[in-house]
């Protein structure tokens, strides 16, 4: 069974500083994983998806990584801003059998960016 | 606007009533997809939905029910059976099942009184 792990579970920094979100998973047969950003009380807004062939992916001031091997992603946020503040959630697809795919998440890590 | 529209965003029930989740896509997506979010947890997984007329339980489908009979729409059935269903429900699609990136709702907020 796959299971998906993010540290830390809550982070604070000061504006304009780099952060380093982590992910990781138990079974590295995995086809993509992607990261996600929650505002509180409101759905998922999807911020990158990786396929399991790639290494990164960018966006903006937002660089994801995945080194599938070890079973681990990164989100890396540059120059934060306090409008980056929200829970980021990483989410990775398997398949559960029979052909099915489940995209299992992680808890998510709650990001306060302070002005 | 394409997107994917739930409602209600709020909604209370009394215990032993069953309520119905909508969950609407104009993507023109295969698969569709409903999660539960609980405080300190991951979402998980209840029903998912590959293709219109078809359907397969998630990790937590006990308690609940879903019907697939338009490609846009999914609805989600809390039935009284469900013994703690108060919680965030998320309503999720995808061009197919499989690789492919997952688009959210905006949710609903399911509070049993």
């Known amino acids: 069974k796959q299971e998906v792990t993010q540290i830390p579970a809550a982070l604070s920094v000061p504006e304009g500083e780099n952060l380093v979100l982590n992910c990781s998973f138990t079974d590295s047969a995995i086809y993509n994983l992607q990261w996600f950003r929650q505002d509180p009380g409101k759905g998922l807004t999807s911020l990158l998806l990786i396929q399991s062939s790639q290494r990164e992916q960018t966006s903006g001031r937002l660089n994801a990584s995945l080194d599938k091997s070890s079973g681990r992603s990164t989100l890396y946020i540059a120059a934060s801003q306090p409008g980056d503040s929200a829970t980021y959630l990483c989410?990775?697809?398997?398949?559960?059998?029979?052909?099915?795919?489940?995209?299992?998440f992680g808890k998510g890590t709650k990001l306060s960016v302070i002005p | 606007d394409g997107g994917i529209t739930q409602s209600p965003k709020y909604l209370f029930r009394k215990e032993g009533q069953n309520v119905t989740l909508s969950c609407e896509q104009n993507?023109?997506?295969?698969?569709m997809y409903w999660y539960r979010q609980d405080p300190g947890q991951g979402l998980r997984l209840i029903y998912y939905s590959q293709i219109v007329n078809d359907f397969q339980k998630g990790d937590i489908a006990e308690g609940y029910s879903v019907s697939r009979e338009k490609k846009e729409s999914f609805p989600l059935t809390v039935t009284s059976a469900q013994k703690n269903p108060t919680a965030f429900y998320l309503c999720?699609?995808?061009?197919?099942?499989?690789?492919?990136?997952?688009?959210f709702g905006p949710g609903t907020r399911l509070t049993v009184l």
């Open positions: 989410a990775v697809r398997w398949d559960s059998g029979a052909g099915s795919y489940q995209l299992t």
């Open positions: 999720a699609s995808s061009i197919v099942a499989g690789s492919n990136e997952q688009f």
């Open positions: 993507l023109n997506h295969d698969a």
